[in-house]
């Protein structure tokens, strides 16, 4: 029986944790503080994997003087040209990763930010299945499309730290980048939903005609949010593409979105922190069962079956003990609140 390597394990759980925390915690901001039930988080994750391994192969063919368009990525001759090309050069790898994120942001953002208005004359009754429809839209149109492979996608796509040499170093290096970018999307959501613009998510949430009554400009609050939520998500999706090494449209189906959703609705809506919670509980649910199942010898009934059974019985369990999650929604954290509660704590010390 071959050694369990926990290091191993500990850093590919690690890095599938942080790209669902992503998705998660934007998520969360969406549907959790915004109402936008957005069935359609896949897509914007799709856009930036696609936006970032198509800028990467086709870019470290150019750059290294190779016809991307004679000898394309998704070609045999650009896949072994891409092999030996890539994870070389330092300066071009960190280059290409660092343009991928940024146009990865840009692309989905723009797109969740221009699909706001069209989904919105639906109503919000049809805003999640809207969006689900796009997806699958999407995902037909990638399968057909022969500049970014097809229905085979884009294979063997450098990693950004190949060139350190030893794979364990490599990998463990793009966890500390992956962990980056959760903290920084946290430290954001955190500032942006405890500021202003925080407060009229809630308030457009809660009551979308008050808002509108108050002279909020509900349509363009929604629209800035799912430009910054998607806009995130597709940086989570550029480092998956990293992370696999490859792309292909049947990765982004439908049930990467219900996925977040179930993790969301455990931890918590409206608490990142619960997100993040929820994150690694099914995470790591579904990297044990991925040892355990097998070991069980369960021939009657597929891994992937018995994985989305304790899902449900999990999301169950919660909704009828804990419909608030397993961390519910905070009070806003805001200057005139907590000037109040200085003075209720002077008013009472002087009593």
């Not at 998705?23 to 799709?46: D, H, M, P, R, S």
């Not at 919105?120 to 399968?143: C, D, H, K, N």
């Not at 409206?270 to 790591?284: K, M, P, Y």
Request: hydrophobic letters at 55%.
């Amino acid at each position: 029986m071959p050694e369990f390597d926990l290091i191993g394990f500990l850093v590919q759980w690690l890095t599938v944790f942080g790209l669902y925390s992503i998705l998660a915690i934007t998520l969360n901001l969406e549907a959790g503080f915004a109402g936008l039930t957005n069935f359609g988080k896949v897509v914007f994750y799709g856009i930036g994997a696609y936006v970032g391994a198509t800028l990467t192969t086709y870019l470290t063919l150019y750059l290294n003087n190779v016809d991307p368009f004679e000898c394309p990525p998704y070609s045999i001759d650009g896949i072994v040209k891409l092999i030996e090309l890539g994870g070389k050069s330092p300066s071009l790898s960190i280059g290409l990763l660092a343009l991928s994120l940024l146009a990865a942001f840009i692309a989905a953002g723009s797109v969740g930010f221009l699909l706001t208005y069209p989904i919105l004359r639906v109503g919000p009754a049809f805003v999640g299945f809207t969006l689900l429809s796009f997806g699958e839209l999407m995902r037909i149109f990638l399968r057909h499309y022969e500049p970014v492979g097809g229905s085979k996608g884009l294979a063997a796509i450098p990693r950004p730290f190949g060139w350190v040499g030893d794979p364990r170093l490599s990998s463990f290096i793009f966890l500390l980048l992956v962990l980056g970018l959760v903290a920084l999307t946290y430290i954001a959501m955190n500032k942006l939903t405890n500021s202003p613009m925080g407060r009229m998510l809630r308030a457009v949430r809660d009551d979308e005609i008050a808002a509108l009554c108050l002279g909020k400009h509900v349509p363009g609050i929604k629209a800035l949010t799912l430009f910054i939520g998607s806009g995130f998500s597709g940086m989570a999706g550029a480092l998956m593409a990293y992370y696999f090494t490859s792309v292909n449209p049947d990765m982004f189906v439908p049930a990467v979105t219900f996925n977040v959703w179930a993790m969301v609705i455990l931890g918590g809506m409206g608490n990142f922190t619960g997100s993040i919670i929820g994150v690694a509980l099914f995470t790591l649910m579904d990297r044990l069962l991925a040892f355990i199942t097998p070991a069980l010898g369960v021939a009657v009934i597929s891994p992937d079956y018995i994985r989305w059974m304790f899902v449900g019985l999990l999301i169950v369990v919660v909704l009828l003990f804990m419909p608030k999650g397993l961390l519910a929604e905070r009070p806003l954290k805001t200057p005139a609140l907590d000037e109040a509660r200085k003075l209720l704590v002077e008013g009472g010390g002087g009593a």
